[in-house]
């Protein structure tokens, strides 16, 4: 056996040798040609013509069988490459809108964000509504303790928002609460001061000069100032009410009011 593998071996490499252009699988043949008689190498050719004629009508046969499948075959193979083609097309097409859908997902994520921001904050102000209801409800509850006459409540309020706006300056909703207040305290400041311009006792006198100071509008020069320049103007209104017709009636008159109002002013 090892004998035999040993001869095959050294006629593989004579054949090598004597036909070096010869591929592998051309080899055995060339090694059975060495093995052949002469007249068997004279008919080698015209039995070679033999076996490629019937290979060749074998073909032939197969290819007449089967053309169905070698049309559907080409039919196929044109299909698939303009397919390809197609697919070639769309993929570029892709390519170049995917910049457009990266910067279409980064908007829609930093639009996500914004509404998600906006449903916290919703969140937010629904549990706090009743909050928010009494403090957009306090101008509104502030003019009605001004116009009831209700001044301690009207100031209480006051200072709350003032004192609120000085803890949140930036909140716009802080800001226009602040302003509605500011002039319905306007409001109480002309009230008040019209007061004083009215027929009061000096209790009632001290009590308003207290708001004014709640107020504070005033220096406390300027209140002094205000309180004069009022009960001037109420006790002026007064001298003119009396009868100018008899001197000496007016006179009486004058010097009675005097006595009886100057000390409350």
Known sequence: MESTLLNTDENGEEVAGILPLASISQQPYVSELLSFTLDRLHKEPELLRVDAERIRRQMQEVAVANYRSFISAADALVSIREEVSAIDEHLESLISEVPKLTSGCTEFIESGEQI??????????????????????????????????????????????????????????????????????????????????????????????GYLRRIGVFSEYEMRLQFLRCREAWLTGILDDLDQRNPYEYLKGMVGCHRSHLFDV
């Not at 226009?176 to 019209?194: D, F, G, I, M, R």
Request: glycine share 2%; charged share 20%.
């Open 116 to 209: 998600l921001e906006k449903k916290k904050m919703n969140q937010m102000l629904l549990a706090n509504h009743s909050t928010l209801l009494d403090l957009l409800e306090i101008p509104q509850l502030m003019d009605t303790c001004v116009r009831n006459g209700n001044y301690d409540e009207a100031l209480d309020l006051e200072a709350f928002v003032s004192k609120l706006c000085s803890m949140h300056p930036k909140i716009p909703v802080i800001q226009a609460l602040s302003e509605e207040v500011k002039q319905t305290t306007q409001s109480l400041l002309s009230q008040l001061l019209q007061k004083l311009r009215s027929n009061i006792q000096l209790p009632e006198c001290l009590r308003i000069i």
